[in-house]
């Protein structure tokens, strides 16, 4: 059975001492039978602390927001899958909308930055999502099902295993503007629709596909109870560890 996960996106947020006590906040905060998977995705600069921090418990997992396409060498800024998981990263965020849409990143090259967490072990959280003028010009099914094929049906049915998929409507993300859990979970049916149409019901119904875009402790539990959402991947209130770690209690 599918995993249910709640991933924070810290983005650009919190100093080193900040993320800190928040991860220590988060940890005291989690029930001890907690059954959900939880990630939490800090800056670089202190996902090794974060890392080591969560290594001592079996209750949270590191993550990055993004790596590099390159494997090594002259790419003055870039942080390699290699690196991220020699820092005890288990998952990397790619495909953020934000990313894609400051940094240019294209299916193709998210296709690269896949094979590399890939090689290096690190599971992926790939994020998917359409703007408002797409939703409302009726393009949205065709543009998500182009992120997630050009990007990841390059995948074998075995390493899909490694694949969560993150639906993001952008006109949701820090918006405060939530999709209705009818939009969120119509989107959720038809991606999954589209992974038993490449690798089959088995892989299709095993995959997690987290809902993100203004997830708050009041939304989650409408949200998460719908049969395709099976988490949230979670920006401005994962920065909360009350927020947060009531978001990870809402299945
Ligand atoms: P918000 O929860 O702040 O809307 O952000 C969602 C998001 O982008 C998570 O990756």
Redesign the pocket.
Same mark, same amino acid.
């Given at each position: 059975m599918r995993k249910n996960i709640v991933a924070g996106?810290w983005?650009m947020n919190l100093n080193r001492t900040e993320g800190i006590a928040l991860v220590e906040d988060v940890l005291a905060k989690l029930p001890s039978d907690n059954n959900t998977h939880v990630v939490l995705a800090p800056s670089f600069v202190y996902l090794h602390k974060v890392a080591k921090m969560c290594a001592n418990t079996s209750k949270v997992v590191a993550a990055a927001q993004d790596c590099s396409a390159n494997k090594k060498g002259a790419f003055t800024g870039e942080v390699s899958a290699s690196m991220l998981a020699s820092c005890g990263a288990r998952y990397v965020?790619l495909g953020?909308?934000?990313k894609r849409a400051n940094f240019a990143e294209s299916n193709e090259i998210l296709k690269t930055k896949v094979g590399q967490a890939f090689r290096n072990d690190l599971k992926v959280i790939f994020?998917c999502g359409e703007s408002l003028s797409q939703r409302e010009s009726g393009v949205h099914f065709d543009w998500i099902k182009a992120q997630i094929s050009e990007s990841l049906f390059q995948l074998s049915s075995e390493e899909f295993k490694n694949i969560v998929v /993150?639906y993001?409507p952008i006109w /949701?993300?820090?918006?405060g503007v939530t999709a209705s859990t009818e939009q969120a979970q119509e989107i959720h049916a038809f991606i999954r629709n589209i992974l038993v149409g490449q690798y089959g019901e088995e892989v299709a119904e095993n995959t997690s596909i987290l809902y993100?875009?203004?997830?708050?402790p009041s939304n989650a539990k409408e949200l998460f109870a719908s049969q395709d959402i099976d988490g949230g991947?979670? *920006? *401005? /209130?994962?920065l909360s560890s009350d927020d947060f770690v009531k978001i990870t209690q809402s299945f």
């Open positions: 996106n983005k965020v953020h909308s934000e994020c /993150a993001e /949701a993300i820090g918006t993100g875009g203004s997830c708050k991947l979670i *920006g *401005g /209130a994962s």
